[in-house]
């Protein structure tokens, strides 16, 4: 008993900074599809956004950034693209049918 009360100790220790991890989690083919499942669920909010939510984000970048049409982004993030996979965010086919009088940039 006392052997595997040391070993749950040991389990909850918080590993020093940038120690490899686990090498397989990610490949694990259970974690993987379970993963993408949760990342691709416009339902569920825990792994990515909802699409309104996702679309109210990129509205805020077109306006933040002042994006044009032919603008490029670089979009460091980590997911399945769900942003980058947004409509508006083809932004000369956004401007060309939404705002061709302001100079390409999104309005609400």
């Known amino acids: 008993m006392d052997k595997i009360i040391s070993q749950l100790i040991e389990l909850q220790q918080k590993p020093e900074p940038f120690t490899p991890g686990e090498p397989l989690f990610w490949d694990d083919p259970h ?3 379970q993963m993408l499942d ?3 669920n416009p339902n569920i909010e825990a792994a990515s956004r909802k699409p309104e939510m996702i679309d109210r984000s990129v509205k805020w970048m077109i306006e933040t950034l002042g994006l044009k049409a032919g ?3 670089l979009d460091l993030g ?3 693209g769900l942003y980058a996979s947004r409509p508006v965010i083809d932004l000369s086919m956004w401007t060309a049918q939404n705002s ?3 100079g390409g940039v999104f309005r609400s």
């Open 31 to 33: 974690i993987s599809k």
């Open 38 to 40: 949760v990342h691709l």
């Open 71 to 73: 603008d490029a982004v």
């Open 78 to 80: 980590c997911g399945p």
């Open 100 to 102: 061709p009088t302001d």
